[in-house]
């Protein structure tokens, strides 16, 4: 049976994780309180942030950054793209 939550992000109930996608007492909330959609929505943005950013994210001042972009991706204002970043057109 499909583990539903109300998501933060979203704002409706949708599929949750089958279990935590990162460590700590924020991955337990991350887990409670985001969908799996919301959660591949946030892969895409963690993988431009590495790129323009050029982050290596073994390096512990990259992981606290993404870690807080992460925060505010799912329960704050926001994390935004860099101010130089442009999206790929669609083909």
Do not use: D
């Not at 337990?28 to 799996?36: F, H, P």
């Amino acid at each position: 049976m499909t583990r539903m939550v109300q998501c933060a992000k979203l704002i409706k109930e949708l599929e949750g994780m089958a279990r935590p996608p990162y460590p700590g007492e924020f991955g337990i909330r991350v887990y409670q309180e985001i969908s799996v959609e919301a959660w591949q929505m946030w892969v895409s943005h963690q993988t431009m942030l590495i790129n323009e950013y050029r982050l290596t994210p073994i390096e512990p001042e990259a992981r606290k950054f993404l870690e807080t972009e992460m925060e505010k991706f799912f329960f704050g204002e926001g994390s935004a793209a860099p101010k130089e970043f442009v999206p790929k057109a669609p083909s």
